[in-house]
T-cell receptor, first 116, second 113 residues
Framework: KAGVTQTPRYLIKTRGQQVTLSCSPI?????VSWYQQTPGQGLQFLFE???????NKGNFPGRFSGRQFSNSRSEMNVSTLELGDSALYLC???????????????FGPGTRLTVL | QQQVKQSPQSLIVQKGGISIINCAYE??????FPWYQQFPGKGPALLIA?????SEKKEGRFTISFNKSAKQFSLHIMDSQPGDSATYFC????????????FGKGTMLLVSP
């Protein structure tokens, strides 16, 4: 079974621009979660999508948004980029069935975003 | 508010030694505690996980110890090997969203040959 894939792997943008990151979950998984990883804050939960609906949301500003398509692929968008948005953005997929043993999260390799 | 506190930030252990990483949580609603291992350039990968109905879980050289009353859990890596050198994250989840984990800030482990 193919793992979680994320594109692009690396991205360089300037302040004020917007960016879209893509995540393809493991086949059969219906839940996709996004995390931001930085050296200072570690991994912080952004949001989770399940069956094309946002099911959970973390404490990030509205500049961070996402969506999920009918094939479970997900995109994350960050508008009006700030220097502090430089981070590794990780996507994780799971079955979304609701139990800890079935909701094991499998992470992709991440997209490294640098904002100049 | 950091809901899962992890220590130490970094750890150096000699080959064959025991690596111990500790985590403490605040939210009593948490009932799922996984540990993830991350190598440079890779995403985190699930190593081992525990539910609060058991006090210990062992898988190979990796053991989780769980103390519900103290709201603490720890990862023990026995016979540590250079290949174990990685960053380790503890996390916690609850029934409100096992797909939305709260992570500790990570421990960078270096096992010297």
């Amino acid at each position: 079974k193919a793992g979680v894939t994320q594109t692009p792997r690396y991205l360089i943008k300037t302040r004020g621009q917007q960016v879209t990151l893509s995540c393809s979950p493991i086949s059969g998984h219906r839940s996709v979660s996004w995390y931001q990883q930085t050296p200072g804050q570690g991994l912080q939960f952004l949001f989770e999508y399940f069956s094309e609906t946002q099911r959970n949301k973390g404490n990030f500003p509205g500049r961070f948004s996402g969506r999920q398509f009918s094939n479970s692929r997900s995109e994350m968008n960050v508008s009006t980029l700030e220097l502090g948005d430089s981070a590794l953005y990780l996507c994780a997929s799971s079955s979304g069935a609701g139990g800890p043993s079935t909701d094991t999260q499998y992470f992709g390799p991440g997209t490294r975003l640098t904002v100049l | 508010q950091q809901q899962v506190k992890q220590s130490p930030q970094s750890l150096i252990v000699q080959k064959g030694g025991i690596s111990i990483i500790n985590c403490a949580y605040e939210n009593t609603a948490f009932d799922y505690f996984p540990w993830y291992q991350q190598f440079p350039g890779k995403g985190p990968a699930l190593l081992i996980a525990i539910r609060p109905d058991v006090s210990e879980k062992k898988e190979g050289r990796f053991t989780i110890s769980f103390n519900k009353s103290a709201k603490q859990f720890s990862l023990h890596i026995m016979d540590s090997q250079p290949g174990d050198s990685a960053t380790y994250f503890c996390a916690a989840g609850s029934g409100s969203g096992y797909s939305t984990l709260t992570f500790g800030k990570g421990t960078m482990l270096l096992v010297s040959p």
